[in-house]
């Protein structure tokens, strides 16, 4: 082994782990050390970019020894055992001052209890999320780092310089402690499934009612990118629109099996969301619009005594910028959500998050990468303390232009018969923020009387219960705690 020590150094190999060794050797300043549980991968690595100088060992003996003090190693395994395997590896080994980083999709309770376990050595764990796919990790992802304040000051300035960058920033910010850059990244994740699923509600309706085919959809989706709906992800919507199968020459998304899978982000933004007590109707019916897809037996059960389907109601060529709209302000609610859970997520693990700077890093290198964030800024930057994205006056304005559109395209839906789960929930969620009163009442009332769970009144203070088996009086009372 040589006496050049590496500043920075990467375990685990496979795609996104060597990408981001790669993209951390391309940068000046940078010498980056590298290390696999099977050296066959790592040989392979070095093999094919010897311009990257990688500092490569077949022992995690070598490689702890090849990094210069304090080290600073990034974890870039499969999240789970995988990842406590490497960190007790690393922590057996490094010593106080040192860092180390897991840049995988951890679960954040995961990363609270490593750090809470790990923080006692004086060695810093810091779980980041990384946003952007094999490419972005090459080339610039967005990345979501938590831990210690201490431990970003030397973290920080390698990771700034291995982001995406947007409007002249670097997409990386300093998230919170322990959890908040993995807890961070689930919500991204979650506002990425409930973006993905409403355009492909969009795309279903263009197709099923709007009747155009799989390659005038994509023409429709590229015309949108360049408008209040550019995106990253409606911009790859097009091109795999736009692709043919070689194999039969259809379109290719018609030789997908419909059946969407997932591995687990998305589901444990929801379950948090559900624990916090955070409505995020859009990026659960997301979730469950991929379980239902991947429900074959039930989809056939129900195909076989469903016959008479309803007829696909006509349509005008103006369908097409209404399905724009209905997207765009469900979009702004599946965002409304994602940043209520993250500002509920702050309060409740004791995170200064700062939202405008995660809307920033978003701007670039990430899935859900959008002129759309930009907004998002705006609207923090004008009042920190809104209580919902819904009443920024840009998306506001956007919503009540876009409402009349929505409502079409969701009952032009439900007429004939196309599921469009997130654009219903996402109207029923706006709707709902915006009634005088709810049906709550109706609920509270039934909650009193089979299980005198009290009530309180409109127009006085005090918790009350009705004696709904007696006389039906009106009892003043304690609150239930049953
Ligand atoms: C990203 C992606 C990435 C991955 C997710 C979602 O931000 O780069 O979110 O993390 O695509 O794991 O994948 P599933 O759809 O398989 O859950």
């Known amino acids: 082994m040589s006496d050049q020590k590496a500043n920075i150094g990467v375990v685990g190999l496979a795609v996104m782990g060597s990408n981001l060794a790669r993209n951390l050797a391309s940068r000046e300043g940078n010498t980056v050390a590298v290390y696999n549980r099977t050296w066959a991968r790592t040989e ?39 990842t406590d395997a490497v960190i007790s590896q690393l922590v057996e080994r490094f010593e106080p ?107 279903d309706l263009l197709r099923r009612v709007g009747g155009l085919e799989p390659s005038a959809i994509a023409d429709v989706f590229t015309e949108w990118n360049k408008g209040y709906l550019e995106s990253y992800l409606i911009e790859i919507t097009a091109e795999v629109l736009k692709q043919t199968d070689a194999a039969t020459g259809k379109p ?133 303390n809104i209580a919902t994205l819904l009443e920024a006056p840009y998306f506001a304005k956007a919503v009540a232009e876009g409402e009349a559109a929505w409502r079409r395209v969701v009952s032009t839906a439900a007429l004939s018969g196309v599921p469009v789960p997130g654009f219903s929930s996402a109207l029923s969620y706006f709707d709902s923020l915006a009634q005088k009163r709810l049906p709550a009442a109706l609920v509270q009332g039934q909650r009193d009387f089979f299980g005198a769970h009290t009530y309180k009144r409109v127009d006085k203070p005090g918790v009350f219960h009705t004696l709904w088996s007696g006389d039906r009086t009106e009892i003043e009372t304690e609150p239930s705690t049953h």
């Open 97 to 203: 001052g040192d860092i180390i980083m897991d840049g995988g999709n951890a679960n954040f309770h995961d990363t609270i209890r490593r750090e809470k376990e790990i923080s006692p050595t004086g060695i810093h764990f810091v779980g980041t999320g990384i946003s952007g796919g094999e490419e972005g990790a090459l080339n610039g992802p967005s990345i979501m780092p938590g831990g210690s304040v201490e431990s970003y000051k030397t973290l920080g300035p390698i990771l700034a310089s291995i982001a995406a960058v947007a409007e002249g920033e670097p997409c990386v910010t300093h998230v919170g402690t322990d959890g908040a850059g993995h807890f961070v990244k689930m919500i991204h994740n979650g506002i990425e499934y409930a973006d993905m699923q409403l355009i492909a509600e969009a795309y």
């Open 44 to 82: 392979e690595l070095i093999t094919e970019h010897p311009e990257a100088g990688f500092i490569a060992s077949e022992s995690i003996d070598d490689f702890v020894a090849s990094l210069a003090t304090p080290r600073t190693a990034i974890i870039m395994v499969q999240a789970g055992k995988g």
């Open 252 to 384: 290719f998304v018609d030789i997908v099996l419909d059946e969407a899978g997932s591995k687990g982000t998305g589901v444990w933004t929801v379950q948090n969301a559900l624990d916090l007590g955070v409505p995020v109707g859009g990026i659960a019916e997301a979730v469950f619009a991929r379980a239902v897809s991947s429900k074959p037996a039930q989809r056939a059960a129900v195909q076989s005594v469903v016959t008479d389907r309803p007829e696909v109601q006509g349509v005008d060529a103006s369908f097409a910028d209404d399905v724009s709209k209905a997207l765009y302000a469900s979009k702004v609610v599946a965002y409304a959500q994602g940043f209520d859970a993250i500002i509920a997520g702050a309060e409740k693990y004791g995170w200064q998050i700062d939202k405008g700077n995660i809307a920033k890093i978003w701007r670039g290198g990430c899935i859900i990468r959008a002129q759309f964030l930009n907004r998002i800024v705006d609207a923090y930057a004008e009042n920190a």
